[in-house]
T-cell receptor, first 114, second 112 residues
């Protein structure tokens, strides 16, 4: 009965490659997010989707492209991977937008670029 | 802009000691405030929340009170256990911006 799941859990790849991370939530939530956690544990939002529409796009290189095929899924595709992309990427979801709706996080995907 | 400041860690305590992790925030409007916990090798779990001034969030023996006058949301627990060892994140969610803004996290280490 996993609420927010991500695949893969670990991803090791070389610079220049293209990779994807998948996220699915079974909570019936309308809004999904991608966060990046750097090596110092600092967490920052990257993207947010509400009902498959992009609503937040932080200052993220355009090598990162989120895709939401339906409101239960939000995938993250990364082109031309760089060393600085190494981080843990967390997917999250919330019932709706707004300050009253807590966000539920997935287990994270640790991306290592060599 | 919106920001969250947490005390730097690690915080090292013996079992059954009293815990306080300080958190202060800067925000426009009236944000909701959260504490998340990240156990080693795991994702973030919501620990507690407060959505308006003077609200007290509580869960698993942890408490935090939303203090608008001091813009603070300090996390407390009366008696910590070894199993509480984790990284604790304070965060705010401002309705106008619709995104969680996290503090830098505070690592708690509890020894037997």
């Amino acid at each position: 009965d996993t609420a927010v799941s991500q695949t893969p859990k670990y991803l090791v790849t070389q610079m220049g490659n293209d990779k994807s991370i998948k996220c699915e939530q079974n909570l019936g939530h309308d809004t999904m997010y991608w966060y990046k956690q750097d090596s110092k544990k600092f967490l920052k939002i990257m993207f947010s989707y509400n009902n498959k529409e992009l609503i937040i796009n932080e200052t993220v290189p355009n090598r990162f492209s989120p895709k939401s095929p339906d409101k239960a899924h939000l995938n993250l595709h990364i082109n031309s991977l760089e060393l600085g992309d190494s981080a843990v990427y967390f997917c999250a979801s919330s019932q709706a937008q707004g300050g009253y709706y807590e966000q539920y996080f997935g287990p994270g995907t640790r991306l290592t670029v060599t | 802009g919106n920001s969250v400041t947490q005390m730097e860690g690690p915080v090292t305590l013996s079992e059954e000691a009293f815990l306080t992790i300080n958190c202060t925030y800067t925000a426009t409007g009236y944000p909701s405030l959260f504490w998340y916990v990240q156990y080693p090798g795991e994702g973030l779990q919501l620990l507690l929340k407060a959505t308006k001034a003077d609200d007290k969030g509580s869960n698993k023996g942890f408490e935090a009170t939303y203090r608008k006058e001091t813009t603070s949301f300090h996390l407390e627990k009366g008696s910590v256990q070894v199993s509480d060892s984790a990284v604790y994140f304070c965060a705010l969610l401002n309705t106008g911006f619709q995104k969680l803004v996290f503090g830098t996290g505070t690592r708690l280490l509890v020894s037997p």
